[in-house]
């Protein structure tokens, strides 16, 4: 029988996975509680979905189709390459699952409407942990995606934590925004952040942060102590994890407030998700988003269209000159060339990259990074024969970003 979300208690605003109520519960494991036990405590804080017509509960969810197409996006997760258990508090992992999700939605010009979740857990697994990435999971959609809701899932167990959601969107009768719609004279925007969630991994790889310190930032996958349970829920992006004393006065101010900030983009990333069905509406001709970093995304998307990007520094000055006040290893600002490669290669933002025709206005937060230009004629190439269809103040550039095989 399908669970009637109306009976359910709804995604709580914040949720404890310490030892706050009943010590026992708390102490209760995924293997104590079993798949029913498990199911039992997450799924009262799943959102509905307005979309699902039947939702959680049954062999499948039933969601409504208005206009006889959805998007359908996923993302996996996976304990060590992806994430690591002793930085990534289980209620920022499921807010960033689900963020990284609405972004592959929003990247097409949808709205996202629905989510399923699927988890492989340790068996030693705290329950609290389990309850806390629910309530991640959400808090996101509240925030990012109000519409959207969970309609389904899945549980198994693994030595290792693998997170796997799938999300689906509404085009709402537009037509989707691929990457291949990108024309010459094509105005290139960014709408959402570059460098930050890059430059807070660098943090925590380099064990400045309290907390979260690996040493020499050795890989820490499989196998991993379970963090110390907390006592209170953590704000989003950081918790009771701070950055070392980073002095006093305005300036120290400035600089711990920033390095909060590119924390908070590596564990509970906030992308523009609205701005994706703006951005069709005012009739972007390409989008997707910047996942694994702006340098290798726009290659593709300059691929798919045959085009090329032609990206202006001096349209980043004010992301590079936030990001060049981020404090490195030894302390001091990593300063504005550094800065200016973590907003070119760094990951994980899920800003919206997408291009508009000449003259449109471009709907706000999208900001102009650059132009698009005509593909590679061959006349094009570099002397070392490379040909890359990005370009830098004109000069072009390697498709720099992650690759989850290379580990970098
Ligand atoms: N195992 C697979 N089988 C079929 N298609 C796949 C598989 N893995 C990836 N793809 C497809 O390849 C394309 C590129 O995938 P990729 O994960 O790099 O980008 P993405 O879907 O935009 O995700 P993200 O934004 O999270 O990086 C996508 O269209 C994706 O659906
Ligand atoms: C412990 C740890 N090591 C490395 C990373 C970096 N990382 C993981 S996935 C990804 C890009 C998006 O992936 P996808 O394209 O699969 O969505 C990046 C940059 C991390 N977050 N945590
Ligand atoms: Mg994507």
């Given amino acids: 029988m399908a669970t009637d979300p109306e009976a359910s208690p709804q995604h709580p605003a914040t949720h404890a996975w310490g030892p706050a109520g009943d010590a026992r519960r708390a102490a209760e494991t995924a293997g104590e509680a079993g798949e029913a036990g498990v199911l039992a405590r997450i799924l009262p804080s799943a959102r ?14 039933v969601l409504a189709a208005p206009e006889g197409r959805y998007v359908v996006t996923t993302d996996l997760m996976v304990e060590g390459p ?3 258990r002793a930085w990534h508090e289980p209620h920022d992992l499921g807010w960033k699952a689900c963020a990284s999700n609405l972004a592959d939605i929003a990247a097409m010009g949808a709205r996202p409407t629905a989510l399923v979740v699927a988890l492989a857990l340790p068996d030693e697994t705290p329950m609290p942990w389990i309850e806390a990435f629910g309530a991640g999971v959400g808090a996101c959609l509240e925030s990012l995606a109000p519409d959207a809701g969970v309609v389904g899932g899945d549980l198994s167990t693994a030595g290792q934590v693998l997170v796997s959601v799938t999300a689906f969107g509404d085009l709402e009768g537009r037509p989707a925004v691929l990457r291949s719609g990108a024309r010459p004279g094509d105005v290139v925007a960014l ?23 690996t040493a020499d930032g050795e890989r820490v996958g499989a196998g991993a102590p379970w963090p110390r349970v ?54 972007a001709t390409a989008m997707m988003d910047v996942s694994d970093g702006l340098l290798l995304d726009a290659t593709r998307l300059a691929r798919a269209s045959g085009v090329t990007v032609e990206l202006e520094s001096a349209a980043l000055a ?39 025709p000449p003259g449109a206005a471009l709907p706000p937060p ?5 132009a698009v230009a005509r593909g590679a004629t061959g006349a094009d190439a570099a002397a070392d024969g490379t040909t890359s269809p990005v370009r830098v103040d004109g000069v072009p550039r390697a498709a720099r970003g992650w690759d989850p095989y290379a580990g970098r």
């Fill in 48 to 61: 509905p979905s307005a979309a699902a017509i039947v939702p959680t509960g049954d062999d499948a969810a």
């Fill in 82 to 84: 992806d994430f690591r």
């Fill in 191 to 213: 709408a959402g952040d570059a460098g930050r969630s890059a430059s807070g991994l660098a943090a925590l790889f380099a064990g400045q942060v309290a907390g979260c310190s």
């Fill in 230 to 283: 907390r006592e209170a829920t953590p704000p989003i992006g950081g918790g009771q994890r701070q950055a070392e004393p980073a002095g006093t006065g305005a300036a120290g101010r400035i600089v711990a407030e920033r390095f909060a900030a590119v924390l908070r983009a590596q564990f509970a990333p906030s992308p523009p998700i609205a701005a994706g069905a703006t951005a069709a509406v005012a009739g």
């Fill in 318 to 356: 004010g992301d590079v000159e936030w990001l060049a006040a981020v404090p490195g290893p030894d302390g001091e600002p990593i300063g504005a060339s550094a800065a200016l490669e973590r907003c070119l290669a760094g990951g994980e933002d899920h800003a919206l990259l997408a291009t508009f």
């Fill in 366 to 370: 999208f900001r102009r990074i650059g």
